[in-house]
């Protein structure tokens, strides 16, 4: 069965420092890698996906992510943080493979709020 | 606005109750999906439906049902409610599965119920 790990409950950073937020993932084969943000009372928005190619992807507002077969990981990460960025971020997974049932669908990891201190 | 409706915003109720989620795909999305999110859980896959059908389903108690319309709205019934389904219960949606389902969802802006 396919799964996310997102090891952390809480990332702190201070502004201009860079980020990192961390997701591990498991599935049978060829996973696709998302990113979603969350803020308060608002549903998720997408920032990212690793689908095929480059092991690193860019996202939206500064946001990349680097895809690491070997270790099974999709880190989150920004070179400079803004207080702006302080919210919860998901890292989510399907298998490549599979197009229905419950594994064509995003499995998400339990959640990163990330909190950027001034 | 990421184009997904989900209505009411705000729902309180009391226990053995039941209650409707309503939610209106992006334009254009045939597949919807649920979501519950409560603070112990995390973010739980409960249905998904595309063009009309049941495609797959998640950790959805048996309380609870889904339907998906001919014009691709979707519902959410939930009934004999507990205090313990107070949580955030999203709708998403995207293009298509098969091949072309390499993109993520969209999702709506939630649902909070709250069971007292």
């Known amino acids: 069965a396919q799964s996310v790990a997102q090891p952390e409950d809480q990332v702190n950073v201070a502004e201009g420092n860079p980020l990192t937020v961390k997701c591990t993932y498991s599935v049978s084969g060829n996973p696709y890698l998302f990113w979603y943000v969350q803020y308060p009372n608002r549903g998720l928005q997408f920032l990212l996906k690793y689908i095929t190619g480059d092991n690193l992807v860019k996202g939206s507002y500064g946001f990349e992510a680097e895809f690491n077969k070997s270790q099974t990981s999709f880190h989150l990460k920004k070179p400079s943080a803004l207080v702006s960025d302080s919210a919860l971020y998901f890292c989510?997974?399907?298998?490549?493979?599979?197009?229905?049932?419950?594994?064509?669908?995003?499995?998400f990891g339990k959640g990163t709020k990330l909190s950027v201190k001034p | 606005d990421s184009g997904v409706t989900q209505t009411p915003k705000h729902l309180i109720t009391a226990t053995g109750q039941r209650v409707t989620l309503r939610c209106s795909p992006r334009?254009?999305?045939?597949?919807v999906y649920w979501y519950q999110q409560s603070l112990d859980q995390g973010l739980q896959f409960l249905i998904q439906?595309?063009?009309?059908?049941?495609?797959a389903k998640g950790n959805i108690l048996e309380r609870f049902s889904a339907q998906q319309f001919p014009d691709l709205h979707s519902e959410l019934n939930l009934s004999s409610l507990e205090l313990g389904d107070s949580a955030l219960y999203f709708c998403a949606s995207s293009e298509r599965q098969g091949r072309g389902a390499n993109y993520g969802y969209t999702f709506g802006s939630g649902t909070r119920l709250t069971v007292v």
């Open positions: 439906y595309y063009n009309g059908e049941e495609r």
């Open positions: 334009s254009g999305d045939l597949s």
């Open positions: 989510a997974v399907r298998d490549a493979g599979s197009y229905g049932g419950s594994q064509g669908n995003l499995i």
